[in-house]
């Protein structure tokens, strides 16, 4: 896979897959994106809801690792347990993942490493807030608990590129895989995805967009 880093601009590091012609985060800036639409509009709003005792992620699109970065960074500000399932078919090089920038302590530098570093296929505790299931595998092939997960990060490529991944089929897949009141959470607003999970039985809102996107969309499994 032929991948660049490219600065976003709020300074944070993403990549462009050169094949899809396509960034793996907003140009206006990773971070920024990161930030407000899984921490703020998914944790955030967890918290404020009563959070259960330990949070149950599952993320669609490990990628360069920001969004369980930001997930560990946010377990440990609030002394809460997260569980977090990630998939990713296509792993980035250990070249790639040691130069991108999101660390600015040695500390942080260390825990985005240790992200990276720890194995495929089995769970490893990062420490006592956080524990990690990296899953080397497609949404389709993947073998994922039903009624398990608290928060879902759907942050794979945008439907123009990667369509097979937002089709009905693994949105079903994925919403068989919330509780109930678990909350789905994408930068994705489009149409088509907003009817798709309406009828699989979600309450779905069109929340204002991070920098650079009007809209996201935010659903709650009733």
Not at 29 to 49: P, T
Not at 155 to 165: G, S
Request: aromatic fraction near 12%; hydrophobic fraction near 40%; glycine fraction near 4%.
């Amino acid at each position: 896979m032929a991948i660049n880093i490219i600065v976003t601009e709020d300074g944070s590091h993403s990549l462009l897959n050169l094949e899809m012609n396509e960034t793996y985060h907003s140009r206006h800036g990773a971070m920024l994106e990161s930030n407000y639409v899984f921490i703020e509009k998914g944790l955030d709003y967890l918290f404020l809801k009563k959070l259960p005792k330990v949070v149950s992620i599952l993320e669609i699109g490990f990628g360069t690792g920001l969004n369980a970065w930001l997930s560990w960074q946010w377990a440990e500000k609030l002394s809460s347990r997260v569980m977090y399932h990630t998939l990713e078919a296509f792993p980035i090089s250990e070249e790639i993942w040691k130069l991108l920038n999101y660390g600015t302590t040695d500390s942080e530098v260390s825990k985005f490493r240790q992200l990276h570093s720890a194995p495929w296929q089995q769970w490893q505790q990062m420490d006592a807030c956080f524990s990690l299931f990296k899953d080397n595998n497609t949404l389709q092939l993947a073998d994922i608990p039903t009624n398990h997960f608290d928060l879902i990060y759907f942050d794979a490529f945008a439907p123009n590129k990667q369509p097979e991944m937002w089709e009905l089929p693994m949105l079903e897949k994925i919403v068989s895989a919330m509780k109930a009141h678990a909350v789905f959470v994408t930068y994705c607003a489009k149409g088509q995805l907003k009817r798709d999970l309406k009828s699989l039985g979600l309450t779905v809102e069109s929340l204002p967009g991070p920098p650079g996107k009007r809209e996201m969309v935010r659903a709650i499994k009733i």
